[in-house]
């Protein structure tokens, strides 16, 4: 009774674990493959590879569409989050803590960005630039603001969604504890809502971030000469030749994006958060 | 400290009535509880008296002061809330240095008063721990220091207790109540443990459906409840309704004859009969006006209650477990057994109104 007791769940459990290494496997297996092309030494990809080489990644650090691509992406990913994460935020607030009609309306506007594929997303950008630019008689296509301005709806629905968490799961007896000990309403929001929240909106950075940093289909038509962001330089050089220059210029992009969750991951716990 | 007076306080949210027509005072230096069910009102009471809501009419005041239309921030009142609201990005010394802060103490003078603070609840060795390091218990005390280092108008305790297992529940509540009386704290406190409104109140303020029932001190509330809802709230009860039959005796709806004192309950309107079960007195045998079998026995260490059908009514009886060989203690279910019990101890009162 007590063994077979014992038995039935370290069954399940080994089923459980083969079932996990599975999933990580299939989640790992793309990107392990573009990390270790990257250091096959032929043009063409094959196994086993004839040797292991560096040569890839000098080949992608002088290029020079690579490593401007790359300052332009993490400029615009910042810029984007620095936009997109306050406006987010401040939504979020609105929606949780606001009193007002329409409140469901907004939240599911500010989210439908999520569901509008990117391409469609663009070219709609792409044409409501151009009618801008006829109507303020400035260019905003192919600038960085125009930019920003896209890459922030990437960051906005991640933010109204990450904080509005954080917001739903803040005890609000907090900020009457506050309130009682003598704190006004905006001391209390300084220095207890806002500090409180601080996880959501670090996690929400971190996703706008990423999101900008790999967006392609977005910027496709709105970048412009000398803002090419690293995803279409990438897709770009992809037109003409396939080597693992791309899987070299791929795997700094991925130790970018790892480092980063892990910082962020050590100010927050961001299993807890997300 | 100050007094506090609530006149005529009522809170309507939407069509319901939370809170309807209260009255209430507290002297200085009392512990006066809400005790009621969920719903009551008892926990939209003290929010109004914080400063938390608005009342929808009626007046709130401190001393001769009216505090109706004063902020919570303004009326310093220092209140330990149910979850502790500790804030969790501050260590315990920030915690409770916060309300000095708040008053613009200069830092000197806030340590100095953080650490008689810390002192009082004997948490001083913990200063620097966030409150996620910190126990239950000690997340509670944080939260007691916090309230009380302000030097508070009145304390606010909002069922400080329900998170905390039983044992640690009435050490705290024994430390609290002498906190209380120590510093002399105006206290209102919200619970609907009436074991913790028993044991730690002056006075008891008994509510249901946003209405003061009864409000008088534990023994009275125990020992002579106005009617049926509090003779149940505040401790365990034989409740049988029917009415007055004569000098001498209640008749119960199922026709049972009663013996009660009538000259001790002159109640107008006495459609109950309420008695505690640890009153009635049981002997085997049936040698008395009042015997029926047992249904069932119930073993509770110190004491023992037996459960004794009576034609169709049911009674329940709490007596000290019996040694071995007293007759009692092999009395067993469906053994014949008889009750007594002083004629004054009934009380006969108001079903629910």
Same mark, same amino acid.
Request: glycine share 8%; net charge neutral; with cysteine.
């Given at each position: 009774?007590?063994?077979?007791?014992?038995?039935?769940?370290?069954?399940?459990?080994?089923?459980?674990?083969?079932?996990?290494?599975?999933?990580?496997?299939?989640?790992?297996?793309?990107?392990?493959?573009?990390?270790?092309?990257?250091?096959?030494?032929?043009?063409?990809?094959?196994?086993?590879?004839?040797?292991?080489?560096?040569?890839?990644?000098?080949?992608?650090?002088?290029?020079?569409? =690579?490593?401007?691509?790359?300052?332009?992406?993490?400029?615009?990913?910042?810029?984007?989050?620095?936009?997109?994460?306050?406006?987010?935020?401040?939504?979020?607030?609105?929606?949780?803590?606001?009193? =007002?009609?329409?409140?469901?309306?907004?939240?599911?506007?500010?989210?439908?960005?999520?569901?509008?594929?990117?391409?469609?997303?663009?070219?709609?950008?792409?044409?409501?630039? @151009?009618?801008?630019?006829?109507?303020?008689?400035?260019? &905003?296509?192919? /600038?960085?603001?125009?930019?920003?301005?896209?890459?922030?709806?990437?960051?906005?629905?991640? /933010?109204?969604?990450?904080? @509005?968490?954080?917001?739903?799961?803040?005890?609000?007896?907090?900020?009457?504890?506050?309130?009682?000990?003598?704190?006004?309403?905006?001391?209390? =929001?300084?220095?207890?809502?806002?500090?409180?929240?601080?996880?959501?909106?670090?996690?929400?950075?971190?996703?706008?971030?990423?999101?900008?940093?790999?967006?392609?289909? &977005?910027?496709?038509?709105?970048?412009?000469?000398?803002?090419?962001?690293?995803?279409?330089?990438?897709?770009?050089?992809?037109? =003409?030749?396939?080597?693992?220059?791309?899987?070299?210029?791929?795997?700094?992009?991925?130790?970018?994006?790892?480092?980063?969750?892990?910082? /962020?991951?050590?100010?927050?716990?961001?299993?807890?958060?997300? | 400290?100050?007094?506090?007076?609530?006149?005529?306080?009522?809170?309507?949210?939407?069509?319901?009535?939370?809170?309807?027509?209260?009255?209430?005072?507290?002297?200085?230096?009392?512990?006066?509880?809400?005790?009621?069910?969920?719903?009551?009102?008892?926990?939209?009471?003290?929010?109004?008296?914080?400063?938390?809501?608005?009342? %929808?009419?009626?007046?709130?005041?401190?001393?001769?002061?009216?505090?109706?239309?004063?902020?919570?921030?303004?009326?310093? %009142?220092?209140?330990?809330?149910?979850?502790?609201?500790?804030?969790?990005?501050?260590?315990?010394?920030?915690?409770?240095?916060?309300?000095?802060?708040?008053?613009?103490?200069?830092?000197?003078?806030?340590?100095?008063?953080?650490?008689?603070?810390?002192?009082?609840?004997? #948490?001083?060795? #913990?200063?620097?721990?966030?409150?996620?390091?910190?126990?239950?218990?000690?997340?509670?005390?944080?939260?007691?220091?916090?309230?009380?280092?302000?030097?508070?108008?009145?304390? #606010?305790?909002?069922?400080?207790?329900?998170?905390?297992?039983?044992?640690?529940?009435?050490?705290?509540?024994?430390? +609290?109540?002498?906190?209380?009386?120590?510093?002399?704290?105006?206290?209102?406190?919200?619970?609907?443990?009436?074991?913790?409104?028993? %044991?730690?109140?002056?006075?008891?303020?008994?509510?249901?459906?946003?209405?003061?029932?009864? +409000?008088?001190?534990?023994?009275?509330?125990?020992?002579?409840?106005?009617?049926?809802?509090?003779?149940?709230?505040?401790?365990?009860?034989?409740?049988?309704?029917?009415?007055?039959?004569?000098?001498?005796?209640?008749?119960?709806?199922?026709?049972?004859?009663?013996?009660?004192?009538?000259?001790?309950?002159?109640?107008?309107?006495?459609?109950?009969?309420?008695?505690?079960?640890?009153?009635?007195?049981?002997?085997?045998?049936?040698?008395?006006?009042?015997?029926?079998?047992?249904?069932?026995?119930?073993?509770?260490?110190?004491?023992?209650?037996?459960?004794?059908?009576?034609?169709?009514?049911?009674?329940?009886?709490?007596?000290?477990?019996?040694?071995?060989?007293?007759?009692?203690?092999?009395?067993?279910?469906?053994?014949?057994?008889?009750?007594?019990?002083?004629?004054?101890?009934?009380?006969?009162?108001?079903?629910?109104?």
């Amino acid at each position: 009774m007590l063994v077979g007791l014992m038995e039935r769940p370290s069954l399940g459990r080994g089923l459980m674990r083969a079932l996990i290494a599975l999933a990580y496997l299939i989640i790992f297996a793309p990107v392990s493959m573009v990390v270790v092309t990257s250091f096959f030494s032929q043009e063409i990809i094959s196994f086993p590879p004839p040797a292991l080489t560096w040569h890839w990644y000098a080949n992608a650090w002088n290029k020079p569409e =690579f490593l401007h691509g790359m300052t332009t992406s993490l400029q615009v990913a910042a810029l984007a989050a620095a936009v997109g994460v306050p406006i987010g935020t401040a939504a979020a607030l609105a929606i949780v803590r606001g009193n =007002f009609v329409g409140r469901g309306a907004i939240s599911s506007l500010l989210l439908a960005p999520l569901a509008v594929p990117g391409v469609v997303a663009g070219s709609g950008l792409y044409m409501l630039y @151009v009618l801008a630019e006829n109507f303020f008689d400035r260019d &905003i296509k192919a /600038t960085t603001e125009g930019l920003v301005a896209a890459h922030a709806l990437l960051a906005i629905p991640w /933010t109204v969604r990450l904080v @509005v968490a954080s917001l739903q799961g803040l005890d609000r007896s907090a900020e009457e504890a506050a309130a009682n000990l003598g704190a006004g309403p905006l001391t209390v =929001f300084r220095r207890i809502t806002l500090p409180m929240m601080r996880p959501g909106i670090v996690a929400a950075a971190m996703f706008s971030f990423i999101q900008s940093f790999e967006n392609l289909d &977005i910027s496709l038509l709105l970048v412009g000469p000398g803002r090419i962001t690293l995803p279409v330089a990438m897709l770009n050089y992809l037109e =003409f030749r396939i080597d693992p220059t791309l899987s070299a210029v791929a795997t700094a992009q991925i130790l970018l994006v790892g480092a980063l969750m892990v910082l /962020t991951d050590r100010f927050v716990n961001l299993s807890r958060v997300v | 400290m100050a007094s506090l007076s609530v006149e005529k306080l009522t809170k309507r949210f939407g069509a319901s009535l939370a809170v309807d027509d209260l009255e209430l005072a507290v002297r200085e230096g009392e512990l006066v509880a809400l005790l009621g069910p969920s719903g009551c009102g008892k926990t939209t009471t003290l929010r109004m008296v914080a400063g938390f809501l608005p009342p %929808t009419s009626g007046r709130v005041l401190f001393d001769d002061e009216d505090v109706t239309r004063l902020p919570a921030h303004k009326r310093s %009142t220092g209140m330990v809330f149910q979850s502790y609201a500790l804030f969790p990005h501050m260590t315990a010394a920030q915690n409770v240095g916060f309300g000095l802060e708040m008053r613009g103490l200069r830092a000197a003078e806030r340590s100095t008063r953080i650490e008689e603070a810390l002192k009082l609840v004997r #948490l001083s060795h #913990l200063a620097d721990r966030l409150p996620r390091e910190l126990s239950g218990g000690q997340q509670q005390r944080v939260a007691l220091a916090r309230a009380l280092v302000i030097n508070p108008k009145l304390f #606010l305790l909002d069922e400080p207790l329900s998170n905390l297992d039983a044992k640690l529940r009435a050490e705290v509540r024994l430390e +609290i109540r002498a906190l209380q009386q120590r510093l002399g704290l105006t206290t209102l406190l919200v619970t609907h443990d009436r074991e913790e409104a028993l %044991t730690m109140a002056d006075r008891l303020v008994v509510m249901d459906a946003g209405r003061v029932r009864q +409000i008088g001190s534990p023994r009275e509330l125990y020992d002579e409840p106005q009617d049926a809802f509090v003779a149940d709230f505040v401790g365990r009860c034989n409740i049988l309704s029917g009415r007055r039959e004569n000098e001498t005796h209640f008749r119960t709806d199922n026709g049972l004859l009663l013996p009660v004192d009538t000259a001790e309950n002159e109640s107008r309107n006495a459609t109950a009969f309420a008695l505690r079960p640890e009153r009635i007195a049981i002997s085997a045998g049936a040698g008395d006006e009042i015997h029926g079998p047992v249904q069932a026995v119930t073993y509770l260490g110190p004491q023992t209650e037996y459960h004794v059908r009576i034609g169709k009514d049911s009674l329940v009886v709490l007596r000290p477990t019996p040694t071995a060989n007293e007759p009692l203690s092999s009395v067993k279910p469906e053994d014949i057994v008889s009750l007594q019990w002083d004629h004054r101890a009934p009380r006969l009162v108001p079903k629910v109104s």
